[in-house]
């Protein structure tokens, strides 16, 4: 399967010591949405310090206005609150969603933990309906858990 193929692209890219902590996030974003089709926009998140927002980091797609996200507010704020992965099928039928586009159909929100503190996340938006499963689930999980040792 393709996303199990991306694992050691993805330790390969982190475990580069000539570029900066962001320019790794950056280079994971491209990967995945160079790699797997219904990846359409792939980016993080990250708490802004004790405030309860997060800051947009490293993404790859299309520009958002997004740049800032109270906890709680649309998906991504959920998930600062949750601290669980939420998968939204189809981004029409949520009441709480920001809508970044109206190409955007769907998004997969998975928390990045370091030392048991939700610290960000990874976001990622498809143009297709209900493209994720539970197999993007348990691969973003690697990717953060990989990404956490940068912390």
Known sequence: MLLETLKPKVKTILNQNHISRNEKLFEICALLKNNIEYYNWVGFYFRN???EELLLGPYVGEPTDHTVIPFGKGICGQVAV????????DVAAQDNYIACSFTVKSEIVVPLFV????IGQIDI???VLNPFSEKD???????????????
């Open 49 to 51: 310090g004790e405030k």
């Open 82 to 89: 949750s601290n669980q992965n939420f998968v939204v099928p």
């Open 115 to 118: 030392n048991g503190a939700n």
């Open 125 to 127: 938006d498809s143009h």
């Open 137 to 151: 689930e348990l691969f973003l999980e690697f990717v953060n858990q990989e990404i956490a040792k940068l912390f």
